[in-house]
């Protein structure tokens, strides 16, 4: 049983450019989030997809937006890239359904580098 | 404010020593989840524990344990007969209601053990 797989795991871009990341969910699993991770730092939640809409989004600019497919994959776009931007993004699913499954289960991340 | 502080930045532990990581969490909802997490250096956030704010008991999850102490607003982890493959990052988080997936992470406590 594949667990949640994420690509590219490296990405190296350079400021003002755009990139999609991709996340492919835990077999089962319908709700997909989105972290970023600083370094040194704990993960900060983005948002939130389920039934292909966003449904909570952490305090983020709207540079950082995304997609859920009916397959419950999604992607994570972020256009006009900051240094500050930096940093490893994490993709978690789960259960819409609170009582099924109570945690998150993580992917390995993607680990962007603006220049 | 921190929802979720974690004070201990860094800690050393003898192998097969028990060690306590130190949360305290902060809400005003009744109803909330609060997670363990373990981050190797590998990137992916490995689940170990959960606590529910109206669970009677203490968490246990084979080696770990959760020391909540809700008048406290603290839930510490316990790791016992520490081993050398513990040493990671470790992060307490805490999700807020019934339905939101969102968690919010500490700091991060990085472990590591010692032969």
């Known amino acids: 049983d594949a667990g949640v797989t994420q690509s590219p795991t490296h990405l190296i871009k350079t400021r003002g450019q755009q990139v999609t990341l991709r996340c492919s969910p835990k077999?089962?699993?319908?709700?997909v989030s989105w972290y970023q991770q600083a370094l040194g730092q704990g993960p900060q939640f983005i948002f939130q997809?389920?039934?292909?809409?966003?449904?909570q989004r952490g305090n983020f600019p709207d540079r950082f937006s995304g997609h859920q497919f009916p397959n419950y994959s999604s992607e994570l776009n972020v256009n006009a890239l900051l240094l500050g931007d930096s940093a490893l993004y994490l993709c978690?699913?789960?259960?819409?359904?609170?009582?099924?499954?109570?945690?998150?289960?993580f992917g390995s991340g993607t680990q962007l580098s603006v220049l | 404010a921190q929802k979720i502080t974690q004070t201990q930045p860094g800690m050393f532990v003898q192998e097969k020593e028990a060690v306590t990581l130190d949360c305290t969490y902060d809400?005003?909802?009744?109803?909330?989840?609060l997670f363990w997490y373990k981050q190797p250096s590998s990137g992916e956030m490995i689940f170990l524990i959960y606590q529910g704010s109206y669970d009677q008991q203490n968490a246990t999850e084979g080696r770990y344990s959760l020391n909540f102490q809700k008048a406290r607003k603290s839930a510490n982890l316990v790791i016992s007969a520490s081993q050398l493959g513990d040493s990671a990052m470790y992060f307490c988080?805490?999700?807020?209601?019934?339905?939101?997936?969102?968690?919010?992470f500490g700091a991060g406590t990085t472990v590591t053990v010692r032969a």
């Open positions: 988080a805490m999700r807020e209601g019934n339905s939101d997936y969102k968690l919010s």
């Open positions: 077999s089962g699993h319908d709700t």
């Open positions: 978690a699913s789960s259960y819409r359904v609170p009582g099924l499954s109570e945690k998150l289960f």
């Open positions: 997809y389920y039934e292909e809409e966003e449904r």
């Open positions: 809400t005003s909802d009744p109803s909330y989840g």
